[in-house]
Structures are given as C-alpha cells and as structure tokens.
Nanobody, 124 residues
Framework: VQLVESGGGLVQAGGSLRLSCAAS????????MGWFRQAPGKEREFVAA????????YYADSVKGRFTISRNNANNTVWLQMNSLKPEDTAVYYC??????????????????WGQGTQVTVSS
C-alpha cells in the first residue's frame, strides 16, 4: 500500500484545511486509517482514526469537535477536515494504514504503512 497526502498549506488561525490521503492497492477497504502529526522537536502523535467500515471513529482530545475524518473505499481516499485551526495545530501531518488487527488506534507502532507527510502551518 502506498499513501500520498495532499492539501496542506499555510492558513490563519480560525481557518480551515482539508487533507487528503490517496491510497494504492486493492486492499484499502480492509484497512483502518489514521492521521498523525509531528511538530518540530516533538514525537509523532495521534490525531484521528477510522476503521474499515467507517463505523468506528476516534479523535485526540485536542482536535475533537474541530476535525473530522472520513473515507471513501470506492475511491481509496481518506480525508481530514480541519476547522477552527489553531497555531498549535502546526505540524507535518501523516496518513497511515493498518491491516486488520486488535489493539489501540492511538499507537504509531500498530500502523503498517505511512505517507510522506504534508505540512500544515497555522499563523496567529
């Protein structure tokens, strides 16, 4: 599986961005998908995840109510809609995919494939 993110950029605080992650491979529909972010000098952290059906969705507390994750298995795409952006949301955002397995969606070690990342910068 190859993952390619797009949609990052520079936005003012309070603005919105929509990140996209395009996946290759016929097994996309069986994978759970996650978004993570990494700010300079910090560890990569969980942002949001969605299971293969889209029926289970998880968010980090810091983005709950502002970000929305969604997916379209027919188009092999997952999105992260980011509203009410804050300067502290500034980071490189990564899309990740995991094969069906038990375990938390919050840990980077439980994801099998990663995109190259897209930069999101929120100015104050």
């Amino acid at each position: 599986v190859q993952l390619v993110e797009s949609g990052g950029g520079l936005v003012q605080a309070g603005g919105s961005l929509r990140l996209s992650c395009a996946a290759s491979g016929r097994t996309f529909s069986t994978y759970s998908m996650g978004w993570f972010r990494q700010a300079p000098g910090k560890e990569r952290e969980f942002v949001a995840a969605i299971n293969w059906t889209g029926g289970n969705i998880y968010y980090a507390d810091s983005v709950k109510g502002r970000f929305t994750i969604s997916r379209n298995n027919a188009n092999n795409t997952v999105w992260l809609q980011m509203n009410s952006l804050k300067p502290e949301d500034t980071a490189v955002y990564y899309c990740a995919a995991r094969r069906p397995r038990a375990g938390s969606y919050y840990y980077t070690s439980l994801y099998d494939y990663w995109g190259q990342g897209t930069q999101v910068t929120v100015s104050s």
